[in-house]
C-alpha cells in the first residue's frame, strides 16, 4: 500500500484505552473494522515493553494490509521494522529520520495549526502534515485549536495527504472529510467506545460518502 492510496480512518492506541492485556485484540478488531493506517502511541520509558508490543502490533498489521507508524520514536521504528514514525515539534527531526529509516519509510509531521509548518514539511520530504486539534481532545486537551480553514488550504495547496486529528468522532468527522482531510486520527473514537470494530465502520462511511460516483 502506497501512501497515495491513504483515505480513511487513522486509529492510534493509548496505553490508557489499550493497556496491555487488551491492546491487541482490540487492535485486531480495529483492522477487521477497517482502519487504514495504526499509530502506535505509548508513553511509558520501557523500551522493551514497546518493543515486544510494537512487534505483536506490527504482525498483525502485516497480515492486514496496513502500515504500522510509531508515535515520536526514530528508534523503537527502526529495531522492529515499522513503516514509519510520526513526529512532533519535540521530536526528532524530519531530516534525521528519513536518514535513519530510509526513503522508504512514511514519516508524518505535527503541523498543529501551523500552515507554515505544514509546507516546510513537504519540502523537507514528509509525507502527510497532520493538522488539529479540531475539537475538545480528552487525550491532548490543552492542544492548540485548528481552524478548518487549513483542510480547505491544504487541499488546493499541499501534494501530500493531510490528516486531522483532535475529539473526531463520527458525527463531527464529515465535515472534515469534505473540507480536504484524507485521514481522520481518532484515538478515544475508536478504542474508547465498547464496539471498535463497529465505531471503525462509522468513520470508514464518511470517506465512502465522499467518494466520486463512477462514470
Known amino acids: 500500500m502506497y501512501i497515495d492510496d491513504f483515505k480513511g480512518l487513522y486509529a492510534i492506541t493509548d496505553s490508557t484505552l489499550t493497556p496491555a492485556e487488551t491492546i491487541l485484540l482490540?487492535?485486531?478488531?480495529a483492522l477487521d473494522g477497517g482502519v487504514r493506517m495504526l499509530q502506535y502511541r505509548d508513553k511509558s520509558s520501557n523500551f522493551q515493553?514497546?518493543?515486544?508490543?510494537?512487534?505483536?502490533?506490527?504482525?498483525?498489521?502485516?497480515?492486514a494490509g496496513v502500515p504500522l507508524?510509531?508515535?515520536?520514536?526514530?528508534?523503537?521504528?527502526?529495531?522492529v521494522?515499522?513503516?514509519g514514525v510520526h513526529l512532533g515539534r519535540d521530536d526528532a527531526n524530519l531530516k534525521t529520520g528519513r536518514e535513519r529509516l530510509g526513503p522508504e519509510a512514511i514519516i508524518g509531521i505535527s503541523c498543529y495549526n501551523d500552515f507554515?509548518?505544514?509546507l516546510q514539511a513537504?519540502?523537507?520530504g514528509a509525507d502527510y502534515v497532520a493538522f488539529g486539534r479540531f475539537f475538545a481532545s480528552t487525550t491532548k486537551?490543552?492542544?492548540?485549536?485548528?481552524?478548518?480553514?487549513?483542510l480547505h488550504r491544504a487541499k488546493t495547496e499541499l501534494k501530500i495527504p493531510t490528516v486531522a486529528i483532535g475529539g473526531i468522532t463520527p458525527e463531527n468527522g464529515a465535515a472534515l472529510v469534505v473540507a480536504g482531510a484524507d485521514m481522520l486520527a481518532v484515538i478515544q473514537g475508536v478504542f474508547g467506545q465498547p464496539d471498535i470494530r463497529a465505531a471503525c465502520n462509522q468513520f470508514q462511511r464518511l470517506f465512502a460518502a465522499t467518494e466520486d460516483p463512477p462514470t
Open 122 to 124: 513537504e519540502q523537507s
Open 141 to 150: 486537551p490543552a492542544a492548540v485549536p485548528a481552524g478548518i480553514e487549513l
Open 26 to 29: 482490540q487492535v485486531e478488531q
Open 49 to 63: 515493553f514497546q518493543r515486544e508490543q510494537a512487534e505483536c502490533l506490527l504482525r498483525l498489521c502485516r497480515q
Open 116 to 118: 507554515e509548518l505544514a
Open 81 to 83: 521494522g515499522a513503516d
Open 69 to 79: 507508524i510509531i508515535n515520536d520514536d526514530v528508534d523503537l521504528a527502526l529495531t
